[in-house]
């Protein structure tokens, strides 16, 4: 039984020239040799390491801090500081991770316990799923030739677990910002979908391979209106300045979360990270050419999920400029925005991305 597993995953192993040594010689050992071939196996690999979770999680660590960090520099202030302070403050995120790990989570009286509890743990459901989908090179979970079309579809997802949790707060702090997350929901989803479309429709494919491999031209460059359209959907479905509605601070303190601490707080307050984070990933492979980079030989199966990771956070970090310097838009005239100027570009790009497409094929 354990040999026909570990031939299975031998023969859809990762290969990387510069490990191969390393790997054979492990092979050889007979507990080793299938941890080995798991770890390697390219749908493990892409679903648990790059760009699955190992990779969020890192991204995680980093992102919380860079943004910390940028939004005081840009302040004039100083930033997270005390924790590491030889090296300013880098593993800020990761103490106040052990921190939420090791508070009480408390449930308040007039909470719906058992949705108030299981719902930030199943919230991540549809953060894992487009992760099955996302392919970076050879390395991918489940290959389909409509996985654009899937990524969107889990995405869209996440938005409702966030309104469950609001109604399961059962305050009217968070339902005020289960309500706003909802009004969010409607004026950016359109538009993003739309433009997403429109990418399709210029490449002739919903198939992430076959995007990528088109893209002799950056997404960017054959329609710039759908980038834009994208760009600011992102920012909306993110909750990210100037559009951080449903958790504004000042006056519904932390929105649908407002009632959570503990784990259950460290759990639902990187709802927005990890959305950014999927929204990033596929941003990349509509409109920067995916895993695409410089090769490098002796990395093999790995060099792209590196570059697609690495893409990726360098696309977040841009965006998290936008925190420092925009001041918070009203509910109003965010979906104002999001019901007239984006919503008609976003219609303009799907007729440029028919144009496009006509044109390329």
């Known amino acids: 039984m354990l040999e026909e597993i570990l031939e299975i995953f031998r023969s859809n192993m990762m290969d990387i020239p510069i490990l191969k040594p390393i790997i054979l010689k492990l092979e050889g050992v007979p507990v080793l040799n299938l941890i080995v071939s798991l770890i ?132 009217r702090f968070a339902y005020i910002g289960s309500v706003r997350e909802a009004f969010m929901y409607f004026g950016y989803e359109i538009p993003l979908i739309i433009s997403v479309m429109a990418m399709i429709l210029v490449y002739g494919t919903g198939d992430a391979y076959a995007i990528v491999k088109k893209q002799s031209i950056l997404g960017i460059f054959l329609n710039p209106i759908a980038f834009l359209v994208y760009i600011v959907s992102m920012l909306m479905a993110t909750s990210r300045l100037p559009f951080e509605i449903p958790e504004a601070d000042q006056e519904i303190a932390f929105g649908p979360f407002v009632e959570y601490s503990g784990i259950l707080f460290g759990l639902v307050m990187v709802i927005a990270y990890e959305k950014l984070y999927l929204m990033a990933l596929l941003f990349v492979i509509l409109f920067l050419g995916g895993w695409s980079g410089p090769v490098i030989p002796t990395l093999g199966d790995l060099l792209p999920p590196i570059w697609l990771f690495v893409k990726t956070v360098v696309v977040i970090s841009i965006l998290v400029i936008v925190r420092s310097i925009y001041a918070r838009y009203r509910l109003d005239q965010a979906l104002r925005i999001g019901w007239t100027s984006l919503l008609g570009a976003s219609v303009l790009s799907l007729i440029l991305g028919i144009i496009v497409g006509v044109w390329l094929g």
Do not use: C, M
């Open 40 to 171: 390697f196996w390219r749908p493990f690999f892409a679903v648990i390491i790059i760009p699955g979770l190992i990779s969020l999680v890192l991204y995680l660590l980093y992102i919380v801090w860079f943004e910390r960090k940028l939004t005081a520099r840009v302040q004039w202030r100083v930033g997270p500081l005390e924790v590491s302070r030889p090296i300013r403050g880098a593993i800020q995120a990761l103490a106040d991770g052990l921190r939420y790990f090791f508070q009480e989570a408390i449930v308040h009286v007039d909470a719906h316990r058992p949705y108030f509890i299981q719902l930030p743990i199943l919230a991540f459901i549809p953060v894992l799923l487009p992760i099955l989908f996302i392919p970076a090179g050879a390395v991918v979970g489940i290959r389909t030739p409509y996985s654009v079309q899937l990524i969107v579809a889990f995405i869209a997802l996440i938005p409702l677990t966030i309104i469950a949790i609001g109604w399961a707060s059962n305050s």
